[in-house]
């Protein structure tokens, strides 16, 4: 590994040329070595056939260097060493290295390709799956409590199990944990009836008393967390005997049951302490079909629990790793084809989590497969701070100069299809956003759109004077809330973009901001996150706008009837949209997921591929 390195350390310094005119001295200096060692160096490169040297004797006579092999084939041995010997962080080193050089790096990407994927092998006559899934974001942690990122709900949901679970269709709730349930009348009383004999992934026994825990732990907490207005109304949780667990609540809820399926409400052994809650985020305990043996900043592993109540997952192994530079880019490296060769649709980028890369699947045998999940973008006032937005004429302008700048991003995106730059014209959905901002688009997506005013846009006279207004966001947003920052300039506003981390976001600098841009996954947990999102949102709106949102939730939250609870939530976009409080910016749906042959297809509450359910048919031999 390290004369790999050295030579690309020669070849930055002398590679310009046919062959370039030096002595061991100046290659000494340039390795941090000493004359002799360079000599060594030298030899050992000449004996690899990398390099030529003709050696001129004499003191202060020079001597000439030629390349014989090409420095993106060293830097990709280098880097697929590091692979073959699973040293993943090793390898991305190796790319970030040669970031400053783009042809260098992008090749290097490219052959980072072939380690993602299913990938195969044989031990004593068994086929081991193995699916290596890249993700842009590291992973901190797959505690229930404290993740923050839907990349890292992603993993809870597999290694974890709630008391109930979403059917694949999302509209029934089918048996977890718990494999049936009761309410009384009141609907303040719900009691669970737990499988007998089901594993934590430690050997434990899972019983009431850890379900106990669970929720307790979430009710104690001080964190203000996705979906803590339903755990936050449970007066009492108690274990009737070791497989009967009753939940009291302060008033009927029929979010309650929904919020059960989530993976913040999966159940945890109650001697988690034992380990540590910081320690549990990265060795996680759960009852899930997968068990993490490895989790640091750049490769979680996850391995098949053969002891699951609900059966033993298909693939044995997945690896999901830390990839920091964008997805795009190694989908372009391939030749113009999707991850693992699926030939290309340029009018769509795909996040890796929608891909389940194959390069040895070629371009047969692939479907496509439509989540149902859609990601809405929009920007909301804060008229509780006193200051320009709390005049309705003056957010009336400011949402038309919003609307004309979409007309013209879709203007400016039509022209791009037409001219075939695929690449403006379409930018990729990425779901690894936080989860508790309801993050789930890629951040550069709004920057292409937004600063697109299109011709006519004169029509909207511009405020007297400017107009200052602070954009609060998170920090995947932060060119989104830019681009926009630019474009309202043209209408007169200037604008300062506060871009901070989740957490931080939950604090106090959405009230001190006056426009906030943020996305609502709509998934099948959509209610919860709508339910959410509005109790927010009444936080910054007007006395009066605030009252009416409250009631309509309240009713929402009391009734039975999905269909009427939609209606009522419905009613609060409606009224937030014309009280001019709420500007939806785009929707769409996730990108589609390109397959190779894989069976078992389904789609998780959030989209994404669930990996409960693949499997690849058997390897067969000749």
Not at 64 to 77: G, K
Not at 478 to 507: I, M, N, Q, T
């Amino acid at each position: 590994m390290k004369l790999h390195q050295q030579f690309l350390l020669l070849h930055s310094r002398f590679g310009g040329g046919d062959s370039a005119s030096t002595t061991l001295d100046e290659i000494a200096k340039l390795l941090d070595c000493t004359p002799r060692n360079a000599a060594n160096i030298v030899r050992a490169m000449s004996r690899n056939g990398w390099i030529a040297w003709e050696s001129s004797r004499g003191r202060g006579r020079r001597s000439t260097l030629s390349f014989l092999a090409q420095a993106e084939d060293i830097a990709a041995q280098a880097m697929l060493q590091a692979i073959n010997r699973k040293d993943v962080a090793r390898a991305i080193g190796q790319i970030q290295i040669h970031r400053n050089s783009s042809a260098l790096q992008e090749h290097l990407q490219g052959r980072l390709l072939s380690y993602f994927g299913h990938h195969v092998e044989t031990s004593k006559d068994r086929q081991i799956d193995t699916l290596r899934i890249p993700i842009r974001q590291p992973l901190h942690t797959v505690d229930p409590l404290y993740m923050n990122l839907l990349a890292e709900s992603f993993v809870a949901s597999h290694v974890f199990d709630g008391l109930v679970r979403r059917s694949d269709s999302g509209d029934d709730i089918k048996p977890g944990i718990a494999h049936a349930w009761e309410t009384d009348e009141t609907r303040t009383l719900w009691t669970f009836y737990l499988r007998k004999e089901v594993l934590f992934h430690h050997g434990k026994v899972l019983n009431a008393e850890d379900v106990v825990y669970t929720f307790e732990r979430l009710v104690r907490s001080p964190r203000r967390t996705l979906y803590s207005f339903i755990y936050k109304q449970i007066k009492s949780v108690r274990a009737l005997n070791p497989t009967v667990v009753r939940f009291e609540l302060e008033e009927p809820n029929e979010l309650f049951l929904p919020f059960l399926c989530t993976s913040r409400a999966a159940v945890v052994p109650k001697d988690l302490n034992q380990l540590g809650s910081y320690r549990f985020g990265t060795e996680p305990v759960g009852t899930g079909p997968f068990k993490v043996t490895q989790m640091n900043g750049t490769v979680c592993v996850m391995e098949a629990f053969g002891p699951c109540f609900q059966g033993r997952a298909h693939l044995d192994r997945v690896e999901i790793v830390h990839v920091p530079w964008a997805a795009e880019a190694m989908a372009e490296e391939s030749g113009g084809k999707r991850e693992g060769g699926a030939a290309a649709d340029q009018t769509e980028q795909v996040s890796p989590f929608h891909v389940i890369p194959n390069a040895a699947a070629g371009d047969s045998g692939w479907s496509r497969i439509h989540s149902e999940t859609t990601v809405r973008k929009f920007v909301t006032c804060n008229t509780q701070k006193a200051g320009p937005l709390t005049d309705p004429a003056l957010r009336e302008h400011l949402f038309r100069c919003l609307t004309k700048i979409g007309e013209g991003a879709e203007d400016s995106k039509e022209a791009a299809e037409k001219a075939g730059d695929a690449r403006s014209a379409s930018r990729l959905a990425d779901s690894e956003g936080a989860e508790d901002a309801g993050v789930g688009e890629d951040a550069k997506s709004v920057s292409d759109k937004v600063a697109l005013e299109s011709e006519d846009s004169s029509s909207i006279p511009s405020v007297q004077a400017p107009v200052r207004l602070r954009i609060a966001t998170i920090l995947p947003y932060r060119d989104d809330a830019e681009s926009l920052a630019e474009a309202l300039s043209r209408h007169g506003y200037d604008c300062e973009v506060a871009a901070v981390s989740p957490e931080e976001f939950k604090g106090a600098i959405r009230l001190e901001s006056d426009l906030i841009l943020f996305s609502l996954l709509r998934d099948q947990d959509q209610e919860l996150r709508l339910y959410d999102l509005y109790r927010t949102m009444a936080e910054h709106v007007d006395a009066h706008t605030r009252i009416d949102i409250e009631r309509l939730l309240s009713r929402a939250l009391r009734e039975p009837d999905p269909a009427v609870r939609h209606r009522s939530l419905d009613k609060i976009e409606s009224l937030l949209i014309r009280e001019r409080h709420l500007h939806i910016l785009s929707e769409k749906p996730l990108p589609t997921a390109y397959l190779p042959t894989v069976r078992g297809v389904t789609f998780n509450s959030q989209g994404w591929v669930n990996l409960r359910t693949l499997w690849f048919p058997p390897v067969m031999g000749e």
